[in-house]
């Protein structure tokens, strides 16, 4: 639990008890000046597998690049936009993607980017168990990745910057302040709503 303790720089205010790895993991950008152990990073992906997926199709599929192929990462940099210039300082990054026809019956799978938020959800509890921290980004060229780097019949999905925790005093200061800044989300009333009022209230 160390681990998870080291990495909570920013603790949500919780309206409910949760598991420390659900309340304790957050996005940052601050990445340290640190390699990804293979076997750890071998263990996101197996985490990932384990996800629960309509029909057990498993429609996700992942393309890494660590800094030990600085040229393989600076192909995965280039994808990125502008505003995620800071994911460039991660010494891992993953583009995820996912199949878009069912591979039982070639019928369009609705749910597959679904079943591939669980998997990157998966990971991202799995890196924060481990004392990593994972970010997800939608900010990137997904037509210019697709064309580039993704088989037939596969959609991308986001990218992620994995690594370990640095100081956010070495952030920018834009970028710091937004580092440093409370976690929020909407309250429980806004999002659970009991069909009856035979139903407990779940939202306190
Ligand atoms: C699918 C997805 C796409 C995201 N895209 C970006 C992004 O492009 N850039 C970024 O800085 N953060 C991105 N985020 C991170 C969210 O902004 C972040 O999860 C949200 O603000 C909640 O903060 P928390 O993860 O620290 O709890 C993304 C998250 C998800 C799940």
Redesign the pocket.
């Known amino acids: 639990m160390d681990e998870i303790a080291n990495n909570c720089l920013?603790p949500p205010a919780l309206e409910v008890e949760v598991h420390p790895l659900i309340a304790g993991?957050?996005?940052p950008?601050a990445f340290a000046d640190k390699p990804v152990e293979t076997e750890k990073l071998r263990s996101l992906f197996e985490a990932a597998r384990w996800a629960p997926s309509s029909y057990n199709e498993q429609p996700w599929r992942f393309w890494v690049a660590t800094r030990e192929d600085p040229e393989a990462l600076e192909r995965l940099q280039s994808y990125l936009?502008e505003?995620?210039a800071w994911a460039k300082s991660a010494p891992v990054l993953v583009l995820s993607a996912y199949r878009t026809h069912r591979e039982r019956d070639g019928r369009p799978n609705r749910v597959a980017l679904r079943d591939l938020?669980a998997a990157e959800q998966n990971m991202a509890i799995q890196a924060f168990a481990m004392g990593l921290v994972m970010?997800?980004?939608?900010?990137f060229d997904r037509e210019r990745a697709k064309r580039e780097l993704l088989p037939e019949g596969f959609e991308p999905g986001?990218m992620s910057a994995i690594g370990y925790l640095a100081d956010p005093e070495t952030l920018p200061e834009r970028l710091r302040e937004r580092e440093l800044r409370p976690?929020t989300r909407k309250p429980l009333g806004e999002i659970v709503f009991p069909l009856s009022g035979a139903s407990p209230a779940l939202a306190g």
């Open positions: 920013r993991r957050w996005s950008r936009t505003g995620n938020g970010h997800q980004m939608e900010g986001t976690r």
